[in-house]
C-alpha cells in the first residue's frame, strides 16, 4: 500500500490545465484564522513556477504580495515569463478564485514575482552569525490546541514560548520543522519562511487582528545545501524594526546544518489596535 | 525666469500616453556604470503608479525586480491595478524599451509590485535603534570624480570613506541627501533606498562585476512624516547577511529627523569573483 502523500505535497499540488494555468485549492491542512497560511500560498505560487518547463535555474528571489482573502476551494495560478537572460529568468505568477456568487467574474487573491538564477562556485562569505538555542532535543514541541491547523503542519521549539512571556523586544529563536519530517526543498523552504509568528503578538504579548501584506523570501541555498539539510529541523530567527500607522515589519533567518544560512526573509503586515 | 526643475523631478517626469501607459527616459544625470543607477528606475515605476488617478493610499511596500539593462533613451511603464479593498490597494508595473535595431520587438527591464494603504492613529513602536555617526556638518562630502554621475545627485556623508578603509564586515553608516536639496517625497525616498553601495565593494575592499537583481522597499513614512523630513539629511545605515553562490543580500534603514525610521529596504545582488 503506498504512503500517503506528505500534506505538504497535497497543500502544493498543481494540476497543468490546457490554458498553462494551474489549478489547485486552499489547503485546509495549513489553514490560518480567516484563511490559508500565507506561507503555503507563497509555496503554491513558487510551485507554478518551478512546474513550467522554461524554467531554468534554481529560486533566488520570490515577493508575494497578499491581495486578499484566499476563500475555501479552488483556485488557479497563471505565471509568465517577462525575462530570460543568460543566467537569470524574471517571473510572475498571479493566484485568482471565481467568486461563488454565480458569476465569472474572478478575484486576484495574490501577486509575485521571483527570479531564478544558476549559482556559481564564486568567493563566498556569511557575514550573519546564527542565534544560540538550547539544542532542539532539550526542547518541546510548540503545542496550543486552540491554534490554527498550519501550526500542527510544523515542530516549533522554543526555550520561552513566545506568547507567555512577552520580551521587552519581539526577537525570538526557534528550531523549525515539517511536520511530520520532509526533505526540505525551494518550496517548503519559502513557506517556512512565514512561519515566525507576528512580531505584534510578541511585542504587545496579546493577539491583534493582523495580516500579512508583502512577503519577500531571498534564497540563499543551492541543492546541496538543500539535500545536505534533509528534514533536519532549521534554526530560525525574527524580530521587528517597526509598528507604525497600522503596518509593521518584520525579519527572519532560516539556518540549517553546518551554519548555512539557507533563506532571509522580510515582511510587512497590516495591524489593527 | 522659472528655475530649472530639479534633476529628480526630471529624472522621473513621465508624459501620460492615449493608452494607459507612461513614457519616460532613462536618466543620463543618474547614470550608473552601465545604465541608470537603481534607485532611479524604482522611482520612476513608483511615480508612475503615483500618477494613476485610480490609486489611493500612500505607498506601504514596492519590490523593483531588474530584468534587464536599461539602455539610454526612451523608456515606457504600464501600470495595472490588480486589487483594490477598502484600505489597500494592490498594483503591478512594468518598464520595457524598444531594441534599437528597427524591429518592434521590445524588452521588458524591470517588474515591479507595490502595495499602497491608508495609514491610521494606532498604537505605534519603533524597535529599531538609529545607529550613531557624527554631526552632518562635522563631515565632508563623498567626493569620487571618477565615480558615476548619480553620486553627484547625492549628498552622501561617511565618518570612513567606504571604499579606503575596508572594514572588517560590510556595516557602514551614512548621511544621506539629494543634492541639491530636494524635499522628501515618497519616489526620492525609494530612490534613496538603493543609494547604498554594494556591500561586497565594502567586504572586500575593491570593486567587483554587480548588478542588483530584485530591491524591497518598505515605506513607514507618512504624509506628515515627510512634511517634518523637508530636505534635512537621513541618516542611513546598511549591512549584508550573506555573499554565495554569486547573490548577496544587503539591507539598509533611513532614519529621519526626531529618531523617525523613514524606511526600511533589502536586496539581492549579482556579483561576479
Same mark, same amino acid.
Given at each position: 500500500?503506498?504512503?500517503?502523500?506528505?500534506?505538504?505535497?497535497?497543500?502544493? %499540488?498543481?494540476?497543468?490545465?490546457?490554458?498553462?494555468?494551474?489549478?489547485? &485549492?486552499?489547503?485546509?491542512? =495549513?489553514?490560518?484564522?480567516?484563511?490559508? =497560511?500565507?506561507? /503555503?500560498?507563497?509555496?503554491?505560487?513558487?510551485?507554478?513556477?518551478?512546474?513550467?518547463?522554461?524554467?531554468?535555474?534554481?529560486?533566488?528571489?520570490?515577493?508575494?504580495?497578499?491581495? %486578499?482573502?484566499?476563500?475555501?476551494?479552488?483556485?488557479?495560478?497563471?505565471?509568465?515569463?517577462?525575462?530570460?537572460?543568460?543566467?537569470?529568468?524574471? *517571473?510572475?505568477?498571479?493566484?485568482?478564485?471565481?467568486?461563488?456568487?454565480?458569476?465569472?467574474?474572478?478575484?486576484?487573491?495574490?501577486?509575485?514575482?521571483?527570479?531564478?538564477?544558476? &549559482? &556559481?562556485?564564486?568567493?563566498?562569505?556569511?557575514?550573519?552569525?546564527?542565534?544560540?538555542?538550547?539544542?532542539?532535543?532539550?526542547?518541546?514541541?510548540?503545542?496550543?490546541?486552540?491554534?490554527?491547523?498550519?501550526?500542527?503542519? =510544523?515542530?516549533? &521549539?522554543?526555550?520561552?514560548?513566545?506568547?507567555?512571556?512577552?520580551?521587552?523586544?519581539?526577537?525570538?529563536? $526557534? *528550531? /523549525?520543522?515539517?511536520?511530520?519530517?520532509?526533505?526540505?526543498?525551494?518550496?517548503?523552504?519559502?513557506?517556512?519562511?512565514?512561519?515566525?509568528?507576528?512580531?505584534?503578538?510578541?511585542?504587545?504579548?496579546?493577539?491583534?487582528?493582523?495580516?500579512?501584506?508583502?512577503?519577500?523570501?531571498?534564497?540563499?541555498?543551492?541543492?546541496?545545501?538543500?539535500?545536505?539539510?534533509?528534514?533536519?529541523?532549521?534554526?530560525?530567527?525574527?524580530? $521587528?524594526?517597526?509598528?507604525?500607522?497600522? =503596518?509593521?515589519?518584520?525579519?527572519?533567518?532560516? *539556518?540549517?546544518?553546518?551554519?548555512?544560512?539557507?533563506?532571509?526573509?522580510?515582511?510587512?503586515?497590516?495591524?489593527?489596535?
Amino acid at each position: 500500500m503506498p504512503a500517503a502523500p506528505h500534506p505538504f505535497d497535497e497543500a502544493i %499540488g498543481l494540476e497543468a490545465l490546457p490554458d498553462g494555468a494551474f489549478a489547485g &485549492r486552499a489547503s485546509p491542512a =495549513y489553514w490560518n484564522m480567516v484563511g490559508p =497560511y500565507g506561507g /503555503i500560498t507563497a509555496a503554491q505560487l513558487l510551485q507554478a513556477l518551478l512546474l513550467r518547463p522554461e524554467r531554468h535555474g534554481d529560486p533566488v528571489s520570490l515577493t508575494v504580495n497578499f491581495a %486578499g482573502p484566499v476563500a475555501e476551494g479552488r483556485l488557479q495560478i497563471r505565471t509568465q515569463l517577462m525575462r530570460s537572460n543568460r543566467s537569470t529568468q524574471h *517571473w510572475t505568477a498571479t493566484m485568482v478564485q471565481t467568486q461563488d456568487s454565480g458569476s465569472d467574474s474572478e478575484s486576484v487573491v495574490a501577486v509575485a514575482m521571483a527570479v531564478f538564477g544558476t &549559482r &556559481r562556485p564564486v568567493w563566498s562569505h556569511t557575514e550573519a552569525r546564527p542565534p544560540s538555542i538550547a539544542p532542539h532535543d532539550a526542547l518541546p514541541r510548540l503545542s496550543h490546541p486552540q491554534a490554527p491547523a498550519f501550526t500542527r503542519r =510544523y515542530d516549533l &521549539r522554543f526555550e520561552r514560548s513566545p506568547f507567555e512571556h512577552p520580551p521587552a523586544d519581539s526577537s525570538s529563536t $526557534c *528550531w /523549525i520543522a515539517d511536520h511530520p519530517p520532509r526533505p526540505l526543498d525551494y518550496p517548503a523552504l519559502a513557506s517556512a519562511c512565514d512561519v515566525f509568528f507576528p512580531r505584534i503578538f510578541l511585542r504587545r504579548g496579546k493577539l491583534v487582528p493582523v495580516g500579512t501584506v508583502s512577503l519577500n523570501v531571498y534564497f540563499h541555498a543551492d541543492a546541496a545545501a538543500l539535500a545536505e539539510q534533509g528534514a533536519t529541523p532549521m534554526l530560525g530567527a525574527a524580530q $521587528c524594526q517597526i509598528y507604525e500607522g497600522g =503596518y509593521f515589519d518584520q525579519h527572519g533567518e532560516l *539556518w540549517g546544518r553546518s551554519q548555512r544560512l539557507l533563506a532571509t526573509t522580510h515582511q510587512i503586515v497590516w495591524y489593527r489596535e
